[in-house]
């Protein structure tokens, strides 16, 4: 009797609960996932600065390929946050992304294996890239240059997943231009939704002009913090609003997630079984298993709706019909 309460003791304690969490990560980060039929580019967006865009693009590239697939990212921000995150090089002089926008150069010729991840990829921004959206002003096909230096990409790939900076211009347009799903990440705080209808309105007017395959797929709620009601109330209201697109997966505040980037690692290598590298392992499921429910297919069942009824939601306000409602939400609790 005595044993077994000590055991039980012994197993509850947080290192023992790491333990378990990172034996129970890995092993399911070895179960593999289902390969799409065709690579699924993804462009996680949200002109909103600091909303977890590339720590989201990062550890869910880490995770699917943690799962047996191949993946490459593709950083579109000078700022080079994501090529960091991965251990990638990017002073000036490593070629780029800048490159293959503005110079036209194979998209082969500046992809790196990132060392850590088996199967994950990364063409990385240089600082260079902060005058591409001047530079691209007056190229031929200036919002198709990252689409075409994809369809030229002969490597076979399951996802790309391009890291966009916080603006909507010419490397953002860029990149919806390129994808077929939208993922936006939303942060669990006070005016988290502000510009969101900005956002939509944007990939509405590129559906309609540039790639009718575009659509939202996914929403991801980040920086959740269980202990605040804010939090919830943000997440509850994001939910109703789009109930087909978010994950069930929220990603929690995590000190493991911000610290992982300064060593250049994601943290599924940094911290495996750590809370924050079990949520974005969650979530990189949910991502793929959505594709399968609709047999396989590179669409996902929201885009296949969103054709028809809009998932039901109102149609007033924009031309997504997210717009009016949504620019702010209607929380009075303070930042906190
Ligand atoms: N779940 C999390 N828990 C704790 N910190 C996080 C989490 N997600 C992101 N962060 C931190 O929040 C900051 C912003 O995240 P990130 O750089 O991913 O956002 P972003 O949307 O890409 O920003 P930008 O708009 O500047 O490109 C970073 O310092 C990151 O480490
Ligand atoms: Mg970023």
Do not use: W
């Not at 697939?69 to 593709?74: D, E, G, N, Q």
């Not at 009601?229 to 109703?240: F, G």
């Amino acid at each position: 009797m005595q044993d077994s309460e000590t055991i039980d003791q012994i197993d509850d304690t947080p290192i023992a609960r790491a333990a378990q969490a990172a034996v129970q990560a890995i092993g399911r980060a070895g179960e593999g996932l289902p390969r799409p039929a065709a690579t699924r580019v993804i462009v996680v967006a949200n002109q909103k600065g600091g909303v977890g865009k590339t720590t989201t693009t990062v550890n869910l590239a880490a995770s699917l390929a943690m799962h047996g697939l191949r993946v490459l990212v593709i950083d579109l921000d000078p700022q080079g946050n994501a090529s960091t995150a991965l251990g990638i090089d990017h002073h000036a002089e490593v070629p780029s992304i800048y490159d293959v926008l503005v110079e036209g150069k194979p998209l082969a010729d500046v992809v790196q294996p990132v060392v850590d991840v088996e199967g994950l990829f990364c063409c990385p921004a240089t600082i260079d890239l902060a005058g591409a959206e001047i530079e691209l002003v007056s190229l031929v096909a200036r919002e198709s240059r990252l689409q075409r230096a994809i369809a030229a990409y002969e490597q076979p790939l399951d996802y790309i997943l391009i890291d966009c900076p916080p603006s909507l211009g010419l490397l953002t347009v860029n990149a919806l231009v390129a994808g077929q799903e939208v993922l936006i990440p939303i942060q669990c705080e006070y005016y988290a939704l502000e510009g969101l209808g900005q956002l939509l309105r944007n990939v509405e007017l590129v559906r309609a002009h540039l790639n009718p395959a575009l659509h939202v797929s996914t929403i991801l709620l980040t920086m959740y913090d269980a202990r605040t009601r804010l939090a919830a109330q943000v997440a509850e209201e994001v939910r109703t609003h789009f109930q087909q697109e978010v994950l069930h997966t929220a990603i929690p505040r995590s000190v493991r997630i911000s610290e992982a980037p300064s060593y250049g690692q994601t943290v599924l290598t940094y911290d495996p079984g750590s809370t924050g590298a079990l949520s974005y392992l969650e979530a990189a499921r949910e991502l793929a298993m959505r594709a399968v429910g609709v047999g396989g297919t590179t669409g996902s069942l929201v885009g296949q709706q969103r054709d028809g009824q809009q998932n039901g939601r109102p149609q007033g306000g924009g031309e997504t019909g997210h717009g009016a409602p949504m620019a702010q939400h209607g929380t009075t609790e303070g930042n906190r």
